[in-house]
Structure formats: structure tokens, C-alpha cells
């Protein structure tokens, strides 16, 4: 089968059956069109059958050289592990390269997160706009440190998954797993008053641009960058930072692992677990404190 034929099919695989996030649809599909633009460029290799496990290691090498991170070559690796499982699946190939495939080692990355007393100040002093979109601004910061959703959870939100009266909102998380995130009576009001200075929008979305479909990922990107760039001076000032922020303060108040697990939406355990990491700082500066000899 010819190259482009198998990312098609591949992509809308993906698209329909996995309903991966446009984000991570965006990721897979420019990394096999990197990865197919290498083998033609490369090797002029036409066909899917062409493919060795020794030119997709030079692939690897190639990127290498061009010092992108170990980090990045991973998750394109990651990607053509996924992608021939799906070709074996379908029968298109009868051999998977990626077997004899190793990745390369990467050192472990901590979650960035802003510390308690600079979120403090951000939402008790930093002044925010009165008008709707200040409240709306306010709100989109205040529920991603509230409860830790990840962006594509947060643009999806509708009113009707949110129960003021039980405190908890549904969220779609990733694979379309739904969860359960309780939430504040202090967050309710925020909630309540924004829905209520709203109105006129028709009010699916808790979110929502001017014609009333869902606000755009580059407008909360925004908003968050703008806040957060009032309170503190580190390089990443994305949505995510808060979800770490939110995992970070969690773990730090006593809160068990395996319930911060559940409350991010995480499959596995170990992903939790790289909080623990951020909490050793406490943890000397409550030794020192307490600890007689310290």
C-alpha cells in the first residue's frame, strides 16, 4: 500500500475509532509525515512494504542530529509503534520494525507549578476586568486550579454536566473516559454568578465565543499566559501548569495519590507519581523545622 494511502487510513482510525483530541490528531499526523518525507527524500521509498527496522533507526539517528530531544524523538517513536500496530491489525503489513526499536534514555522532567502563595495572590488581589470577560477569565483560572482538568476537558464543558447542587462536574477525559470532579461551594457561586451574566449567549457550552460555540484553546492559552505572567516569573505559563499546580498543592495538603489519580483522569499511577517529586522540598523544610538536630 502506498504511503499516503496507509496515513490516511491511519489518521481517521484515530479520528473516529480512538476520537483522539485535534491536538494529539495534529502531533501523530505530523510525525508520519515527517517520518514519510524522510523515507522519500532518504531512500525514495514509495510503499509501506519498504520499510526496514534499520531505515527507521536511521530516522532516529537523523533527528538526533539535528538535536531534537530525546524527550520529542520518544513520542514520535511512539507514534509508529501506534501506527504499525494499527497496520498489523489491518493486515497491511506482515512485519513490525518498530520491535528491534529502542528508544533513547530521557532524563526525567518535574512538573513546573506555581506555589500556593502566588496563586493566593492571583485570584484575592490581582484585579480582574468586571465586565463578562473578566468574570470568564477569572472563572477559566479558577476551575483549572480548582479541580485539574486538562484544556481539552475545560473547552468542552458544557453547563449541563455541571451539578450545582452535588458540587461536581462531568468531564470528558482522554479515549472519551468520563470522570467525576467535585468542586467548592465557593466555586459554585463563581459558577453561578458567571452563568447568570451570560444570558444572552445560548449557554451549552460554559465557554463560549461570541456566536456561541466553544472558546478556542489559543484564547485560554492566552488568558492564562496574561495571569499568570502577573504573579510569576516561570517560563512555561500554560493551562497544564495549572492541572500540576492543582496535582502539586494536593499532594502537598495530605491528599492520598491514588485519589489525585482519579481526580486528573490519569490511567496509570506512575503518571501520578511524578508529583511526589515536588514535595521533597516540603518535606526538608519540615525536617529542618522539626527534627532536633536538623
Not at 482510525?13 to 480512538?18: A, I
Not at 530516522?59 to 511512539?78: A, F, G, Q
Request: charged content about 25%; glycine content about 2%; proline content about 3%.
Amino acid at each position: 500500500m502506498d504511503l499516503n494511502g496507509c496515513k490516511d487510513s491511519f489518521t481517521r482510525y484515530l479520528q473516529f475509532e480512538k476520537r483522539f483530541s485535534n491536538h494529539t490528531l495534529v502531533a501523530y499526523s505530523n510525525d508520519i509525515l515527517q517520518f514519510f518525507t524522510f523515507l522519500q527524500s532518504t531512500y525514495e521509498i514509495k510503499t509501506i512494504e519498504e520499510i526496514t527496522h534499520t531505515i527507521v533507526r536511521s530516522w532516529i539517528v537523523s533527528l538526533m542530529e539535528k538535536k531534537i530531544t530525546p524527550r520529542t524523538v520518544n513520542r514520535k517513536i511512539t507514534t509508529l509503534k501506534t501506527f504499525y500496530k494499527y497496520l498489523l491489525r489491518q493486515q497491511l503489513v506482515t512485519e513490525n520494525p518498530m520491535l528491534k526499536i529502542q528508544s533513547p534514555k530521557t532524563s526525567k522532567r518535574l512538573p513546573v507549578f506555581v506555589e500556593k502563595e502566588k496563586m493566593d495572590l492571583l485570584l484575592d488581589v490581582v484585579d480582574f476586568e468586571k465586565d463578562i470577560e473578566g468574570q470568564r477569565n477569572k472563572l477559566i483560572i479558577e476551575i483549572f486550579y480548582a479541580t485539574g482538568m486538562r484544556l481539552s476537558e475545560l473547552i468542552n464543558l458544557t453547563i449541563a454536566n455541571i451539578d450545582l447542587y452535588s458540587f461536581q462536574m462531568k468531564v470528558l477525559g482522554k479515549r472519551n473516559k468520563e470522570r467525576i470532579i467535585p468542586f467548592s461551594r465557593e466555586l459554585k457561586n463563581e459558577i453561578q454568578k458567571y452563568i447568570k451574566a451570560k444570558k444572552n449567549l445560548p449557554n451549552e457550552f460554559l465557554f463560549e465565543n461570541k456566536k456561541g460555540g466553544k472558546l478556542n484553546a489559543e484564547t485560554i492559552y492566552a488568558v492564562v499566559r496574561n495571569y499568570l505572567s502577573q504573579v510569576t516569573t516561570i517560563d512555561k505559563k500554560s493551562p497544564h501548569v495549572l492541572r500540576h499546580t492543582f496535582a502539586t498543592h494536593m499532594l502537598n495538603n495530605g491528599a492520598d495519590l491514588n485519589a489525585i489519580k482519579e481526580l486528573l483522569g490519569h490511567a496509570n499511577l506512575s503518571a501520578t507519581q511524578v508529583y511526589t517529586h515536588n514535595t521533597v522540598e516540603k518535606l526538608k523544610n519540615i525536617h529542618k523545622q522539626a527534627h532536633p538536630k536538623a
